[in-house]
């Protein structure tokens, strides 16, 4: 009754629905930023003879959170296309790709050097070793990097989607942007309730639908029994 009676409660429960649709576009976003830049990474520095001492610098990144960034991002938002919106999607990777990034190394380094020493020895180009060899054995570890950067981005709308800095608020239409607003504006915990709701419905529908049946058929046809 309360949310009816609110028109600020009212307008933020009709907006859940585009805002769930436009929060999955910049997840959707950011995870193609993810792959463009982990998948290639992840596949040199593991098989980087100095990887012992590249890997601590990538982990001392990963540990920086997705606030610390906001001083060196906010100056620059009236002057990047896009805007706010751009920077979200930004703030939105920083919290999908080291997922991604670290499971990729785990998935490339697993590879047996007997596996390598064949195809080494059957002189496989690089075309066919990427296909035939690496790409093949990273599956299983790409598709739970995947699973858990989208967990990771889920999280991250939050302090994505809506930001107060100095004395100016950057907001975009998004699911983490109606949950900050329900929480600072209206503080309605049923309010809270239903976003928070409608939020996991979604990703649990897409886990089920989605990430569960790829992970089965990937293990299935690509896993090692471990």
């Known amino acids: 009754l309360s949310l009816q009676s609110d028109p600020i409660n009212a307008k933020i429960v009709s907006q859940i629905p585009i805002a769930l649709l436009l929060s999955y576009l910049r997840l959707g976003a950011a995870y193609l930023l993810t792959l463009a830049w982990t998948v290639p990474a992840a596949i040199k520095i593991a098989r ?42 930004l703030l939105i990777l920083t919290g999908m790709q080291w997922y991604m990034f670290f499971n990729l190394i785990g998935g490339v ?40 950067s989208w967990g990771g981005g889920w999280n991250s709308l939050v302090v994505a989607e809506f930001i107060i800095f100095g004395y100016k608020t950057y907001t975009v239409t998004g699911i983490g942007s109606l949950l900050d607003k329900a929480a600072y504006y209206t503080g309605n915990t049923v309010l809270i309730l239903i976003i928070i709701g409608a939020m996991m419905t979604v990703i649990v529908t897409i886990n089920r639908l989605v990430w569960r049946r790829v992970y089965r058929r990937v293990i299935n046809k690509y896993g090692t029994g471990t």
């Open 109 to 148: 380094r697993a590879i047996s050097g007997d596996v390598e020493e064949t195809a080494r020895a059957f002189r496989a180009t690089k075309s066919h070793y990427l296909k035939r060899v690496l790409f093949p054995a990273i599956y299983p570890s790409f598709i739970t990097g995947s699973i858990t």
């Open 48 to 89: 980087d003879p100095r990887f012992d001492r590249i890997m601590p610098i990538f982990q001392t990144l990963a540990a920086i959170p997705a606030p610390a960034f906001f001083p060196f991002l906010i100056p620059v938002v009236d002057y990047v296309p896009g805007g706010f919106e751009f920077l979200s999607i």
